[in-house]
């Protein structure tokens, strides 16, 4: 077939803008977001993938008509014996560095929300990761943590109040892990030895998974969690439930053999 | 030994090459046995091919261990065939989860560290760099001997660490601590973070000789009238390589070194205070974890450009000789280059956004990559401009250089959403970050590795490659690796992360399995179709047609030495009049130029001087 090499090169941005058009349609695509940060993100992201994909397409076009029209096979004129062009250099040296530093610039703010300026309230939770299982610690009715009232909770599920700030302090006990929760966009390694601060809102209710997101032995796969937001009532209920539990608990010790 | 020591310092301390250490060199050659000139061979030409074919059987390890890899994802713990019994006999073919995590670790050394890293500088840089410079041979040959023979200890390092007890390393090709320290974390974590650790060494140390050499040779020892602004692109990337090889490498061998002190004499260099893991005994520590990822990243992100610049230039190099034209924006491509290799040592920080690093630092380093990512734009919109008007010859090395500029142009984009810290908060460790660098590197590195050896096999072997075969495996390559790669963005998107043995039992990523098995379906036919190279390969080493000296009709001049060159490189002294990318010029009536054609008695080139273009 003529042209067929060109041809197949024309299937890279047809085929790729395809893939983004049909996925949505496959149920591919963000997960569903439910928090305040994440729609910001997602925007950012979304502000990317049409400004990179609009260079994708007209580059990757300009290539087939180029591979298209001095295919040498067809065509007759003589080649453009050129070494390149100082203007064109120019041209594009200046408008993609300033389309690079306009969108670090423009990501800046979103950047500072997330990582940079927690909120003045105290910890909602402390959460631990530890192979392989996150473990949560709340502060309890004096709303301070490591004080005889807080609740320990090792069965890998978190409850947080819906529509409310949330603050957690999140560290490892053993080697790294990543605190990732992929509805509320929020993610971060945590370190042994390091505490850290993480906030967001949650604004629906329900449960959502929790995953470990950086390599951490063997169990990776499965240190899976769910964090389940609550209305504030029924969240208060959940937690003296926990300090009730926790009061009776009694602890067998197997007699010694 | 040392009498060649001191010859090649004598011919290193003259600087430039002359006809007595030319034939001073071939007598050298004739008094050998056969060990000396195929096994320990000081012949930069066979150093290269030793490079090369070592390579390309890791480069078939590497691939097997992704099979692994893409059959635990499209089938979780299913009994793996084939292959299953090599790599987890003793499950019956079941790939533990632990296998699991050492797969994408060793996957990741293998193709990092023994295939694209050393085939770039070890085998197409020592092969081309003497033959385009116009040099007999490497400033320093028994340094560039010893750089391959360095490289077996490593081979045998990580070769063994399969078979110790708990296996290779499994903390990851980023070996981060303390999961690679303590002994505890990870059955991988024995004796298999040791030997990976010692095989790293080793490469860096062959790297570092190779470097060295690198360096010494193109500055000091090019043919009468290469100028550096005369030297091909591929020797350009190979300099600055060499030179960011140099300046890195160390920061990761010492890194090594206290790795190696935290896990085997008891430091604390990355453990902090009352380190401990899955009941291990409490470590003194006093270190800090995060100091191994600045470190390592101080190394590895040069590295990556390491991994792609030699890349760039041979593509450069071959677009040119099949557009018939010269290479559009020689100069700016060079400074493009050279800008990578500045700003590729203040970027480090964005492979740690969400490591826990002071926040504030991810802000520099956001801008820092954004800006990173303006050299590779200026050298695509260059290759663009350089297809722009020619008569393009679609060889089959031809079309592994286009597809090259079209994958680059995917892998370089989606690098923007990394850079971008709040994206990157939601897409960190997950598929799209394994789409952008496969992008980069297997549809970008290694599709110029395929046109380089379909480019220079003639001059390589003397003979050449079937291009009909050449091109079944083009097609069948790009085709495949597009729908292994891309489709990892969309499951990147929706936050499938890294290095999961089993992801499909979160509600998130359950509706991803049928993509996952077509994805797999599609490397093992990638797989599978790279066969009809190894036979061509293979098959027209021994009986592909003989190819002349300058089969392409290129410039260059390693395409003025015989093919395959003998010891010494070329049978006349080259004389160079102009760089290599003349093709299609008003001054000749053929449509090439090569570098070492005399002009036409001109005013100017009567009074001895070449002109420059």
Redesign the interface.
Known sequence: MKHF?SF??FL?PV??VA??VF?PH??????RDISE?GR??DN??MF??YL?GA??IV??C??FY??WK???KS?E?????????HA??LV??II??VT??F??IY??Q???N???DPPAISYTCEVTGR?FNWDFRYPGPDNELYTQDDIVRTDGKLYLPVNEEILLKITSA???H?F?L??L??????????A?KMWFKGKKTGG??I????????????M?GRVYFLPRDEYDAKLAEFTAEQNTMTVEVPEEE | MLSSLIYDYRKFAMSTVTAETHAAHGEHAHTSSFLKTYVFSLDHKIIGLQFLFSTLIWFSVGGLLAMGIRWQLAYPWRAMPLLGNMLAGPEGGQI???N??ML?TMHATVMIFFVIIPILAGAFGNFLIPLMIGADDMAVPVLNMLSYWFMWPAFFFIGASFFVEGGAA???WTS????SV?QE???GSLEGQTLWLLGVTFVGIASMMGSINYMTTIIQMRAPGMTMFRLPMTIWAMFITAILQAFALPVLTAAGFMQLGDRLVGTGFFL??G????NSPMET?GG???LWQHLFWFYSHPAVYIMILPAMGMVSDILSTF??????????MVYSISGIAGLGFIVWGHHMF???MN??L??TF??ST??I??PS??K???W??T????????TTAM?FA??F??MF??GG??G??M?????D??????YYIVAHFHYVLFCGTAMAVFGGIYYWFPKMFGRMMNDSWGKVHF?LT?VLM?CVF??M???G???F???????Y????FR??LP?NQFISWAAFLLMASQIIFVINFFWSIFFGPRAGRNPWKANGLEWQAPSPPGHGNFDFQPIIYRGP?E????ETDE?YYPQTQPPKQTPESAEGKAPV?
Request: charged letters at 10%; aromatic letters at 14%.
């Open positions: 090499w197949l090169f890279v085929l790729g893939t983004f996925a496959f149920n591919i695509w963000l997960p940060q910001t993100i950012l992201f990317i993938l990179t260079v994708f580059t990757e300009v290539l180029f591979l001095y295919d040498g065509n004129k003589p080649v453009i014996f050129s070494h390149g062009s064109l250099e594009w040296t993609p560095a690079l530093l969108i670090a990501q800046m979103a950047w500072a997330d990582k940079m192979q053993d080697v790294l990543s990732f992929p509805n966009r929020v993610k971060q390694d945590v370190v042994p030895g390091m850290q959502y998974d995953v470990c997101a950086e390599l951490c032995g063997w169990g990776h796969y499965k899976k | 533990a989860p632990e699991y995590t994408v499994q903390a990851g981060y601590p303390p999961l303590i974390a990870a059955p902090p205070e380190a401990m893991a899955n520590g800090q974890p995060l557009a018939r034209k010269p290479l559009f924006g020689y100069k700016p969400v490591s826990g926040p504030m991810g802000m956001m801008v954004m800006m990512a303006l734009a200026i695509t919109f260059n663009l401009g297809l722009w008007g020619g008569k393009i010859q679609f079309l286009i597809s500029v079209s142009i995917i984009l989606s923007i959403f850079a971008a810290t709040p994206v908060i939601f897409i960190h460790d997950t097609t790009f597009n891309y489709p963005h969309i499951l998107m929706q936050g992360p890294r290095r999961l043995a089993d992801p039992h979160y509600e998130t509706n991803l993509l990318y093709y299609g010029s008003p449509d273009h």
